[in-house]
Structure formats: C-alpha cells, structure tokens
C-alpha cells in the first residue's frame, strides 16, 4: 500500500508557472503519472515517468510546457508547469502503478492521491 499526497497547486496568471509536488510513503519502485480533471469535464491523462525516470510521457496539449520527474531518494514526483493557460485549470492527481502497460490510461494505476487544484486566471 503507498500513500500519494500532492502539494503546489494554487492561483496563478496566464503565462505563469506552478511546480506540483507528489510525496509518496513507503518505497519508491512505482511508475508516477499525473493526471486532471477539470469541472464539467472526464478525468484526463497529462504525464507520467517510468521507475528510473529515464522515459516520460505527455499528453500532446502540455508537451513543451510541463515536465515531470522524480527524487526516488525523497520518494517524490514533481509536474513543472510553464506558460499556463487558463485551459490548464484543474484538480491535479498523482497515481502511482506497480505495472503500467499504457501510461495514458487510468486503470493503468492502482493508487491515487487527493488532488491539488491548479486555477489558471486571463
């Protein structure tokens, strides 16, 4: 069992940036992705990186502008996030997976923390 508790949303103008933080307990051997869910709208994949940290995946409407990776000494994945865009809004979700075949997909994970609400102003 892991506990995933995600940190660093808050308010911010367009063109800012914002740095979410992921702690997770106990050991770190997970693929780490993150994924949001605006209001109205179905919860959708945004990144995530293999075990080592070597490989990373994005969605295409973030690519160039956020960058995940990860501390496994501190057990903690991190999602810079530049030049946000109020289409950026969300809650931001960490999830962690033993296996993760497809990292785009939700049920590619078994765990997953609260959420941390990113608020992206024009």
């Known amino acids: 069992q892991v506990q995933l508790v995600e940190s660093g949303g808050g308010l911010v103008q367009a063109g800012g940036s914002l740095r979410l933080s992921c702690a997770a307990s106990g050991r770190s051997s997970y693929r780490m992705g993150w994924f949001r869910q605006a209001p109205g709208k179905e919860r959708e994949f945004v990144a995530a990186i293999s075990k080592g940290g070597a490989t990373t995946y994005y969605a295409d409407s973030v690519k160039g502008r956020f960058a995940i990776s990860r501390d496994n000494d501190k057990n903690t994945v991190y999602l810079q996030m530049n030049s946000l865009k109020p289409e950026d809004t969300a809650v931001y979700y960490c999830?962690?997976?033993?296996?993760?075949?497809?990292?785009?997909?939700?049920?590619?994970?078994?765990?997953w923390g609260q959420g941390t609400q990113v608020t992206v102003s024009s």
């Open positions: 999830a962690a997976g033993t296996i993760v075949p497809s990292p785009g997909l939700e049920r590619s994970y078994e765990y």
